[in-house]
């Protein structure tokens, strides 16, 4: 039933589902805002794994890529106190971020993961959650990051295995379903080197990367 069902912008018509999927990867308006909440919901377990990996500590800089609505930063915020950095394309996201990191340390730029205004080997820790099927390119995605990084800083990538996202009907529209092969190779083509750890009962799994000194 959800492929008749359409939502009207302007004279296109597109189904609920390619929506949903717009929406994740570049929220916008009052749609967005309740996408990212639903996924703030679905994803507690990756934001705790996440942290548990990243291990963030007093005077670290820590780097968000693709941090929507800001809530691993706030997670972190409250962990230490370290200097964030949060990135990402959606204007509306970082709006959001804006106001629930008011009083942080933080700071929020409106840019694609390959290309930060960031000065080379300026970052002690940067993570990204859910955002590599967004990324167009994975070889300048990892390159930026390990240009950013300090040697033997820590990168983790956190997403969803192809097989959880193609159990999701949204993720046919625009989703890059890259393996964990071709992620791992990429990462340490950039200079990573790379542990994986699987979570969520194996429904998805975190790219652990230590930028080679
Ligand atoms: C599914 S949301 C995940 C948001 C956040 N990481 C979380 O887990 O709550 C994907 C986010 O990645 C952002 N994004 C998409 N493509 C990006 C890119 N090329 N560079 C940086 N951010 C991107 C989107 O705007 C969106 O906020």
Not at 9 to 35: C, D, H, L, W
């Amino acid at each position: 039933m959800g492929q008749f069902v359409s939502v009207e912008r302007g004279k296109t018509r597109m189904s609920i589902n390619e929506y949903i999927a717009k929406q994740f990867a570049n929220p916008r308006g009052i749609g967005g805002r309740i996408v990212m909440a639903v996924m703030n919901r679905q994803n507690a377990q990756m934001y705790e794994e996440t942290e548990r990996l990243l291990r963030p500590r007093n005077d670290d800089i820590i780097l968000d890529i693709g941090c929507g609505n800001g809530i691993m930063l706030e997670r972190i915020a409250h962990a230490c106190d370290c200097h964030l950095i949060g990135t990402d394309i959606s204007e509306d996201a970082l709006e959001i971020a804006k106001r629930r990191l008011a009083g942080t340390n933080v700071e929020l730029l409106r840019c694609p993961v390959d290309d930060t205004p960031l000065e080379d080997a300026t970052v002690d820790k940067a993570l990204t959650i859910n955002t590599i099927y967004f990324w167009e390119d994975l070889a300048s995605g990892f390159e930026e990051i390990a240009r950013v990084l300090k040697p033997e800083g820590i990168f983790i990538s956190t997403h969803y295995t192809n097989r959880a996202l193609e159990s999701y009907s949204h993720t046919q529209f625009g989703y890059r379903m890259r393996t964990e092969q071709e992620v791992v190779s990429a990462a340490e083509i950039a200079g990573f080197t790379v542990q994986i750890k699987s979570i969520m009962d194996g429904r998805a799994y975190c790219v652990v990367g230590r930028r080679q000194a």
